[in-house]
């Protein structure tokens, strides 16, 4: 859930806990994160600067080594 400012964070929890108590449902706390300022998902870091990807795997993709023949840039693009 992102909000522009903490108290409207709250607001917006408030919302979400209060729906998910009327249908019944529960949420497990060792799986839950709140309040968080920047979040890891799907490879990529959440913030409010925007979405990027994760810096690991930048890394990965640079050190890659640079194709030199046909087969290799086929095969490298295929990977992507």
């Known amino acids: 859930i992102f909000s522009q400012s903490f ?3 709250v607001v917006h929890l408030n919302e979400i806990f209060s729906i998910l108590y009327n249908a019944n449902l529960q949420l497990n ?3 839950c994160s709140l ?4 979040i890891n998902y799907l490879g990529h870091t959440i913030n409010q600067q925007g979405i ?4 690991d795997n930048v890394d990965a993709i640079l050190k890659l080594p640079t194709p030199s023949t046909p087969k290799q840039v ?7």
């Open 7 to 9: 108290d409207q964070h």
């Open 29 to 31: 706390p060792q799986k």
């Open 35 to 38: 309040i968080k300022s920047e």
């Open 52 to 55: 990027r990807p994760l810096q």
């Open 74 to 80: 086929h095969s490298f693009v295929q990977a992507a």
